[in-house]
């Protein structure tokens, strides 16, 4: 475990956890992550290794806030209900989405 997210085995640049992250791991002994491990298998109780097409895996940008996939696991398309049209933070993209 080393605290990053992987998407096809490449490690995923977070920039907007990195401050979170990092005041939350100044308040714990070392050796603690801010994410606790968790894999495909692991969401699926070891039925699939990779999310297939038609599934999403839905992270909170909180991520020491599990009401996410890894609580209930990988979602169907059908199961979508809304989607993004304005975001708010990072302020650096602050506005709207586009949505295809």
């Known amino acids: 475990m080393d605290d990053f997210l992987y998407v096809n085995d490449k490690p995923i640049e977070e ?22 491990d968790f894999s495909i298998a692991t969401l699926t109780d070891n039925k699939q ?7 999403y895996l839905v992270l909170n940008d909180n991520r020491r806030n599990t009401k996410d996939s ?14 993004i049209s304005f975001r708010l933070y990072p302020l650096s993209h602050f506005g709207f989405v586009d949505v295809d």
Do not use: C, M, W
């Open 15 to 36: 920039n907007y956890i990195s401050h979170d992250k990092s005041a939350y791991l100044a308040t714990v002994s070392p050796g603690n992550f801010f994410t606790d």
């Open 70 to 83: 890894r609580k209930f696991g990988l979602i169907k398309k059908d199961q979508i209900k809304g989607v």
């Open 49 to 55: 290794t990779k999310i297939e097409k038609g599934q």
